[in-house]
T-cell receptor, first 109, second 117 residues
């Protein structure tokens, strides 16, 4: 089946640093989405990307849909303590979402 | 505007019992999806439903699992004769009508954490 490889698996950074994570796939997706999940909660949608090459920002978050439609990255600038959590990429082909394994972000104050 | 509602938030069942998980989509949404998440893993698709129709159940185990989304009321994920391996977080997501393949934007509920003892 379709699989997404998300990296890195975990990141330990200082508050104020920028963060970058990415996802790659062997399959083409029509849509890429980035979610954040806090402990004990459901994923919250951060950014949705619909076109190859699209670059979209949401506050300090920036994400891009790769030209090949097989990859995407998410950048977080000037990290703050509330950015802590697990970030998931998800690709969508036919209705259902295929999720990456997640990137766990830890921030040292 | 309330988000996706799921209940119960936590469910404990003994092996062999039945588990019923409920999901009410966001107001105005008519598409419901169920996903399962094991600890330290991403979410895995189980089933996609519209009102009174199962559209894609390719991620559902062939036995013991069933899902419905009746004309009235919440969507139900039913697991019969639960086993320890069914312990996981089960998430429901919804998307609005007019949704076509590739338009994304599924909104998730808080999940039901099932523990089988």
């Amino acid at each position: 089946g379709q699989q997404l490889n998300q990296s890195p698996q975990s990141m330990f950074i200082q508050e104020g640093e920028d963060v970058s994570m990415n996802c790659t796939s062997s399959s083409i997706f029509n849509t890429w989405l980035w979610y954040k999940q806090d402990p004990g909660e459901g994923p919250v949608l951060l950014i949705a990307l619909y076109k190859a090459g699209e670059l979209t920002s949401n506050g300090r978050l920036t994400a891009q849909f790769g030209i090949t439609r097989k990859d995407s990255f998410l950048n977080i600038s000037a990290s703050i303590p509330s950015d802590v959590g697990i970030y998931f990429c998800a690709g969508q082909g036919a209705q259902k979402l295929v999720f990456g394994q997640g990137t766990r972000l830890t921030i040292n104050p | 505007n309330a988000g996706v509602m799921q209940n119960p938030r936590h469910l404990v069942r003994r092996r062999g019992q039945e588990a019923r998980l409920r999901c009410s989509p966001m107001k105005g949404h008519s598409h419901v999806y169920w996903y399962r998440q094991l600890p330290e893993e991403g979410l895995k698709f189980m089933v996609y439903l519209q009102k009174e129709n199962i559209i894609d159940e390719s991620g559902m185990p062939k036995e013991r699992f069933s899902a419905e989304f009746p004309k009235e009321g919440p969507s139900i994920l039913r697991i019969q004769q639960v086993v320890r391996g069914d312990s996981a977080a089960y998430f429901c997501a919804s998307s609005p009508p007019g949704f076509t393949s590739g338009s994304g934007e599924q909104y998730f509920g808080p999940g039901t954490r099932l523990t089988v003892t």
